[in-house]
């Protein structure tokens, strides 16, 4: 569909998520036991988060949790029960995700229906609408600014001005919202797109050239480059950069329980790991700079080459929330050619 | 006068025009943040610092570089870690270089203010808890101590949010692991972060048979916690590290603690202390408590 633009009154939000909170799971930034910013279930408007910071854990687990249930079984006497994983009771709507973690689902999904359709996750997905507003400043560490993603994926995106929010309405489930709430949005009729461009020269989230998709060609001959070892060295193996990432989707399938019930789960598991597909076989990256050049390559060149845009939408988490800030923008500038300098200055020169 | 900065970049130079090491491991200063670097003799060695964000236990990157000669700059949390791994017979003391440093107390990442901060400017309330304990800002067994030593302030005493936690009923301190628990996401950063917990396999990886189950909850992630701490026992050096890394910021290192001040009150034991403490474990004194076996 054709976008449509809205307006929505600063003063409407909190009757918008009020309401919604009657039709939908209602999913928004909020800030758990620690203090930590999460996206999580607001006891009320009040416990909204309206920050352009990212949470830790990004918006994914909505589409793909952590672990989740495939088949659960029981067997009593002769009688076996086998029940497939749920779908989802409710609608969910992603208020105020961030652009970053929106855009992320509609580069996941290309995984997710390729070959083989995966209902626990495209049934989740389906029930899900992400409402995102965009971040009003760059937030630390991200680089969305570096990558050419755009508003795919997202149904409707609110652009803070003065006073109320611009909304951009982009998909069927984004105006499935507008509709059911008609009364709280007004139709926007000044030039909407000349304001989102003026928001975002302020925001500076304005792309800039070089794009690091242009890093691929030369990433392509730097899989044996010789500064991977002393650079990629101090990476300690955890998942902590592939956890927070909003498109990092790599599971792992086990099975608990016994002979006579028990259940077969899909956790989250990461390349970076020690035991990656050791179920299988074993990790067969001996080294742990191979494993991290497999997350960076991965996202930077075999994800864009079979199916289009990188695996990456410049959060930065996996540089915040690094225990070394191992910084992926720095390395694929330097190992794909568009910076001379490697970061922190460490190379091997031979 | 040359700044900490240059005097180390110095100091790095001349291991390695000297020929002394292979590998210089310190911190980098760049994209805005200070981090652990492996560097070599060709690198630009620029970039070399050691400031109150350097915050990483540099002896956890040793491993990976077992064969060959390694400069590595040791603040107090490094020396106890060295003296623990040199009892376990895990280091090769003869190809380390030990650079002293004077240690200016690491901010907590968690305490920083916003915005730009004069770090250097920071007071105790910023420190990270164990800077507040450190017994001794200047590293000992230096064999090259690089800057002017500095004065350590009297060691903190006692054990903040432990005795929060202590404080707390059985009830409510059950229902405080369970919601620190039900945050962590299982990604071990605090067990890949600990310079001690070196297993090659960890008995979480272990498949064949698996004693955790991959899942997350609140059950699995005690689990997989309460035995880590038992296999540091008497051997964690309390850098705080793992519970700087965690993302959840679930402060990990309260359950170390409990052991470390039970080996201190009963034993009298600090692990790492000195280069001669021996492993508590093999240790025996006939007058040693016994009061808590069953």
């Known amino acids: 569909m054709a976008a449509e633009y809205y307006r929505l009154s600063k003063d409407k939000v909190a009757e918008l998520f009020e309401r919604a909170r009657a039709d939908y799971d209602v999913v928004a930034k909020t800030r758990d036991a620690n203090g930590n910013l999460v996206y999580g279930r607001p006891v009320s408007f009040d416990d909204v988060a309206f920050v352009d910071e990212q949470p830790p854990m990004s918006a994914k687990a909505f589409a793909l949790p952590q672990t989740e249930t495939l088949v659960r079984y029981e067997q009593e006497g002769d009688k076996i029960r086998a029940d497939g994983s749920e779908a989802p009771a409710r609608d969910v709507l992603l208020f105020g995700v961030n652009m970053c973690d929106a855009a992320a689902f509609d580069i996941v999904d290309r995984v997710f229906k390729w070959d083989y359709l995966d209902d626990p996750y495209l049934g989740r997905r389906a029930r899900a609408t992400q409402f995102a507003l965009a971040c009003a400043a760059v937030q630390r560490d991200c680089f969305c600014d570096r990558i050419s993603y755009g508003e795919d994926g997202v149904d409707a995106v609110a652009y803070e ?7 951009k309405v982009r998909t069927e489930k984004g105006r499935a919202l507008v509709e059911r709430y008609e009364n709280l949005f007004a139709v926007e009729d000044g030039d909407a797109e000349r304001s989102i461009k003026t928001f975002k020269e302020k925001a500076g989230t304005v792309k800039k050239e070089p794009m690091l998709e242009s890093a691929k060609p030369a990433l392509e001959k ?3 480059h010789a500064d991977w070892e002393i650079l990629a060295s101090t990476c300690i193996g955890c998942g902590i950069c ?5 498109t990092c989707h790599c599971f792992d399938i086990q099975d608990e329980g016994g002979s006579s019930r028990g259940r077969r789960l899909r956790t989250w598991d990461h390349c970076t790991g020690r035991t990656f597909t050791a179920t299988a076989a074993e990790q067969p990256r001996d080294r742990q700079y191979k494993r991290y050049r497999q997350r960076l390559l991965h996202k930077f060149w075999y994800y864009p080459e079979r199916f289009g845009p990188l695996l990456c939408t410049g959060c930065g988490r996996c540089i915040t929330y690094c225990p070394v800030k ?14 001379d300098t490697p970061p922190g200055g460490a190379r091997h020169g031979k | 006068m040359a700044t900490i900065k240059e005097e180390l970049q ?11 090491v292979d590998y210089f491991v310190g911190y980098a200063e760049d994209y805005g943040h200070t981090f652990p670097a492996i560097l070599a ?27 060959f000669r390694v400069g590595l700059i040791c603040k107090q949390c490094e020396v106890r870690t060295l003296n623990v791994l040199a009892a376990e017979g ?11 440093v004077p240690c200016p107390a690491m901010v907590d990442p968690r305490k920083l203010p916003q915005g730009e901060a004069d770090l250097a400017a920071l007071d105790e309330s910023y420190w990270q808890e164990k800077c507040r304990r450190c017994p001794e800002r200047n590293t000992p067994f230096a064999d090259v101590f690089v800057g002017e030593r500095v004065s350590t302030p009297t060691p903190a005493e006692g054990w903040p949010l432990l005795e929060e936690v202590e404080a707390m009923s059985a009830e409510e301190r059950l229902a405080w692991w369970r919601e620190q628990m039900s945050l962590c996401i299982r990604c071990y950063a605090c067990r890949l972060a600990c ?7 960890c008995f979480v990886e272990d498949n064949k048979p698996q004693w955790l189950d991959k899942s997350v909850g609140p059950e699995n992630n005690l689990h997989y916690h309460i035995i880590r701490a038992i296999h540091l026992a008497g051997r964690c050096i309390e850098c705080q590290e793992c519970s700087r890394v965690c993302p959840a910021g679930i402060p990990v290192d309260v359950l170390n603690n409990v052991l470390s001040r039970d080996f201190g009150e009963r034993f009298g034991y600090v692990a790492g202390e000195t280069a001669e403490t021996e492993p508590a474990l093999i240790q025996y004194e006939r007058d040693d408590k016994e009061d808590f076996i069953l």
């Open chain 1, 161 to 167: 001005l003065e006073g109320a929010y611009l909304v």
């Open chain 1, 222 to 224: 730097a899989f044996e």
């Open chain 1, 242 to 246: 592939t956890y927070v990432c909003p």
């Open chain 1, 326 to 339: 191992i910084n992926i923008k720095e390395l694929v500038e330097y190992f794909g050619g568009l910076k």
């Open chain 2, 10 to 20: 110095a100091a790095a130079k001349k291991l390695f025009d000297d020929d002394r």
């Open chain 2, 41 to 67: 003799k060709d690198s630009d060695l620029s970039r070399l610092t050691f400031d109150r964000k350097s915050y990483n236990n540099l002896a956890n990157f040793l491993p990976e570089l077992r064969g």
């Open chain 2, 90 to 100: 895990q280091i090769e003391r003869d190809k380390l270089v030990v650079v002293g």
């Open chain 2, 195 to 201: 310079p001690l917990c070196y297993c090659h396999q």
